[in-house]
């Protein structure tokens, strides 16, 4: 079964100039594959950064792009 976007779903991100993985939240849904999140900067903890118009991509790297967490 093919997972669907909603608001409130945690993806994964990584965000513009930065290397590593982030856990952000889905706070408006476009389409099937495009959405806007919401996550904490892992450096400062103090401030959360939005991202618009983000594209589901399989494999992962820095943008405006997400992809669902890995199941265990």
């Known amino acids: 079964m093919k997972q669907k976007p909603s608001v409130g779903r945690i993806v994964h ?3 513009p100039g ?3 993985i982030h ?3 889905i706070t ?4 099937g ?4 999140v ?7 903890m103090q401030s959360s950064k939005a991202l618009t118009s983000c594209t589901l991509k399989e494999q992962l790297e820095p943008g405006n792009y997400w992809a669902w ?3 265990d």
């Open 13 to 15: 991100i990584i965000p």
């Open 18 to 20: 930065k290397q590593d």
């Open 23 to 25: 856990a952000a939240i």
């Open 28 to 31: 408006k849904v476009w389409s």
């Open 33 to 36: 594959e495009c959405v806007n």
């Open 38 to 44: 919401v996550y904490f900067d892992c450096q400062d």
């Open 69 to 71: 967490p890995a199941r």
